[in-house]
């Protein structure tokens, strides 16, 4: 099992940043994919980023040159820098982790971005 607890969401107005963190813990060998969904209210959950382990990372159109994601591999953990966010950005965001085939979640965390 792999256990993900985010931080780092919050209330921000638009323009604004903020950079949420996740760290994996558990049975971590063979963690490749991490990335984060988000979900606002009343709609599908959605992918915003996903960094391979070989750092390679991929965006959701809508987030291109504002959210910017890293990890370190070596403390299994993810960020996501967010940038000139928007309120269509508002949402819950989910850290996620694949392994050997099985997908695991965070808990999820609130950014809300508003005036």
């Known amino acids: 099992q792999v256990q993900l607890v985010e931080s780092g969401g919050g209330l921000v107005q638009p323009g604004g940043s903020l950079r949420l963190s996740c760290a994996a813990s558990g049975n971590t060998f063979g963690i490749n994919v991490m990335g984060w969904y988000r979900q606002a209210p009343g709609k599908q959950r959605e992918l915003a980023a996903l960094i391979t382990s070989g750092g390679i990372a991929n965006y959701a159109d809508s987030v291109k040159g504002r959210f910017t994601i890293s990890r370190d591999n070596a403390k299994n953990t993810v960020s996501l820098q967010m940038n000139s966010l928007k309120p269509e950005d508002t949402a819950v965001y989910f850290c996620?982790?694949?392994?050997?085939?099985?997908?695991?979640w965070g808990q999820g965390t609130q950014v809300t971005v508003s005036s």
């Open positions: 996620y982790t694949g392994r050997f085939g099985s997908v695991y």
